[in-house]
């Protein structure tokens, strides 16, 4: 099957690509020159997860060890919530493209709809009194239309969104003279978001998935056992492979991206190895009756003390 997407703008995305949140800086430099060597074209960080200068250096080094064209490697950041507010956007762009040492980002997308007030540029979780800063004045169409001007700038091939509720999407693709080529959402076999991978459908905007392992290693998430589930296991049985090729094989099969993280060389390969097996409709038929639904979701904005006070907060 193909590795890749075309998205609406024309860019090809691989349809697998190594997440980089929570990877420290001091460990994601080789996780990148190792998913690099390891065949991954696609690179996914973002401003806030403060690691931007160490993932750009794995792909440097990368480059440079092998002699190949950076437009071989699709790299995508995030506009942090500190940036939703006017010429925020251009500014915190550039700010990535220096820490990545890049003239352009493959894809640039907006973090999420909920703007915050930080004191600096570093500050990307503000917080007073014990609660996030929120910027009650977030106007997403003015951020989109920020969007649009820095891919008109050439320093990003195209843009998308992440974390938008469907009414927030579809404001987005009601007005914009481009529209989002890419949503990144929570998306993975127990938190499968039909109602959202239609409206994405419906206007040629590509998936990636987050957490499409279910985020196995984030503090104080309980309860996560997606790579245990029995369905997943049995299916991971039945083709020689382990539950997160077969979790990632359930996506990419869909032609949703995927951005597995990891550190570790072995998984960093394996991660990427879903390509020399195929589930049947059966398979694909039992993996997708293990959604919970809304119950499913993970990653919930309102958690974060103040985040529920602003009126774009997701969910
Ligand atoms: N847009 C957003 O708001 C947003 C939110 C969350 C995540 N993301 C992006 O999506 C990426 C993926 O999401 P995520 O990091 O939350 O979750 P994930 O990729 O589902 O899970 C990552 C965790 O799984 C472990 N792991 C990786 N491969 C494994 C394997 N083959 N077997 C067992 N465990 C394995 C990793 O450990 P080791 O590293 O120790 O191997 C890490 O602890 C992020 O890194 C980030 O780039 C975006």
Same mark, same amino acid.
Request: one cysteine or more.
């Given at each position: 099957?193909?590795?890749?997407?075309?998205?609406?703008?024309?860019?090809?995305?691989?349809?697998?690509?190594?997440?980089?949140?929570?990877?420290?800086?001091?460990?994601?430099?080789?996780?990148?020159?190792?998913?690099?060597?390891?065949?991954?074209?696609?690179?996914? #960080?973002?401003?806030?997860?403060?690691?931007?200068?160490?993932?750009?250096?794995?792909?440097?080094?990368?480059?440079?060890?092998?002699?190949?064209?950076?437009?071989?490697?699709?790299?995508?950041?995030?506009?942090?919530?500190?940036?939703?507010?006017?010429?925020?956007?251009?500014?915190?762009?550039?700010?990535?493209?220096?820490?990545?040492?890049?003239?352009?980002?493959?894809?640039?997308?907006?973090?999420?709809?909920?703007?915050?007030?930080?004191?600096?540029?570093?500050?990307?979780?503000?917080?007073?009194?014990?609660?996030?800063?929120?910027?009650?004045?977030?106007?997403?169409?003015?951020?989109?239309?920020?969007?649009?001007?820095?891919?008109?700038?050439?320093? #990003?091939?195209?843009?998308?969104?992440?974390?938008?509720?469907?009414?927030?999407?579809?404001?987005?693709?009601?007005?914009?003279?481009?529209?989002?080529?890419?949503?990144?959402?929570?998306?993975?076999?127990?938190?499968?978001?039909?109602?959202?991978?239609?409206?994405?459908?419906?206007?040629?905007?590509?998936?990636?998935?987050?957490?499409?392992?279910?985020?196995?290693?984030?503090?104080?998430?309980?309860?996560?056992?997606? %790579?245990?589930?029995?369905?997943?296991?049995?299916?991971?049985?039945?083709?020689?492979?382990?539950?997160?090729?077969?979790?990632?094989?359930?996506?990419?099969?869909?032609?949703?991206?995927?951005?597995?993280?990891?550190?570790?060389?072995?998984?960093?390969?394996?991660?990427?190895?879903?390509?020399?097996?195929?589930?049947?409709?059966?398979?694909?038929?039992?993996?997708?009756?293990?959604?919970?639904?809304?119950?499913?979701?993970?990653?919930?904005?309102?958690?974060?003390?103040? %985040?529920?006070?602003?009126?774009?907060?997701?969910?």
């Amino acid at each position: 099957m193909e590795k890749t997407v075309t998205l609406s703008c024309g860019s090809r995305m691989p349809l697998v690509g190594l997440g980089c949140w929570q990877s420290p800086p001091e460990q994601v430099t080789q996780a990148v020159e190792a998913a690099l060597d390891a065949g991954y074209r696609h690179i996914d #960080t973002a401003y806030n997860y403060l690691n931007e200068e160490a993932v750009g250096a794995g792909l440097r080094n990368w480059l440079a060890k092998t002699g190949k064209n950076r437009s071989e490697v699709f790299v995508v950041t995030k506009l942090p919530m500190i940036g939703m507010h006017e010429g925020g956007v251009e500014k915190f762009l550039k700010r990535s493209l220096k820490k990545l040492q890049l003239d352009y980002v493959d894809l640039y997308l907006v973090h999420g709809p909920v703007g915050l007030i930080g004191k600096d540029e570093d500050d990307v979780f503000p917080v007073v009194d014990g609660k996030l800063n929120v910027d009650f004045g977030t106007d997403l169409i003015a951020v989109w239309k920020e969007m649009e001007k820095v891919k008109a700038l050439g320093l #990003t091939r195209s843009i998308g969104v992440s974390n938008f509720t469907i009414p927030q999407l579809r404001k987005i693709c009601a007005v914009a003279k481009v529209k989002p080529s890419v949503h990144q959402i929570e998306l993975n076999a127990h938190f499968q978001q039909h109602d959202m991978q239609e409206l994405c459908k419906s206007h040629n905007v590509a998936i990636t998935a987050y957490a499409p392992l279910g985020s196995p290693g984030r503090k104080n998430l309980s309860g996560c056992t997606m %790579l245990e589930d029995p369905v997943v296991r049995l299916v991971a049985e039945r083709h020689g492979v382990s539950s997160a090729q077969v979790l990632l094989r359930f996506l990419v099969q869909q032609g949703i991206i995927a951005i597995p993280k990891s550190v570790t060389p072995s998984r960093i390969v394996a991660n990427n190895d879903v390509w020399k097996f195929a589930l049947s409709d059966t398979e694909m038929a039992a993996l997708k009756s293990l959604d919970k639904g809304p119950e499913g979701r993970t990653f919930v904005f309102a958690t974060r003390p103040g %985040l529920a006070d602003h009126p774009e907060c997701p969910h």
